[in-house]
């Protein structure tokens, strides 16, 4: 697989947890970015910190890599390949793929070893 490059994002963000009956809250569909997903059991909404959702429960401080893209859906191991990297380090990571790209989440206060990390493993992180 070619090395892939990673773009940092700006934005700290906030994964939150709803119940799965749950409507989700206008003022997520005013950010520039947010990701839903909902199963039978929840409704989870990942936002950025400065938007203040009343959720049941919240996990903040998340900084974002997008894998940049688009990326082909032929292209496999690409999450896991990055996720093992991370893990090798004790970096937890919180994935999210949408249909043109993959986007992992890192805690802020590993944010610098993460990237260190995959530059370490020839991937380039602007």
């Given at each position: ?22 409507e989700i809250p206008s003022e997520v569909f005013k950010q520039h970015m947010y990701f839903i997903a909902k199963t ?87």
């Amino acid at each position: 697989m070619a090395t892939l490059t990673l773009k940092r994002l700006n934005d700290t963000f906030t994964i939150h947890s709803f119940p799965a009956n749950s409507e989700i809250p206008s003022e997520v569909f005013k950010q520039h970015m947010y990701f839903i997903a909902k199963t039978n059991d929840e409704v989870s909404v990942v936002a950025p910190s400065t938007l203040m959702l009343l959720s049941e429960d919240s996990e903040p401080d998340w900084q974002a890599l997008e894998v940049v893209g688009p990326l082909d859906f032929s292209l496999t191991g690409i999450l896991s390949k990055i996720s093992t990297i991370l893990a090798n380090k004790k970096i937890s990571i919180f994935a999210i793929s949408t249909f043109d790209t993959d986007y992992v989440l890192v805690k802020s206060n590993k944010i610098d070893s993460a990237i260190t990390a995959l530059t370490n493993n020839n991937y380039q992180v602007i």
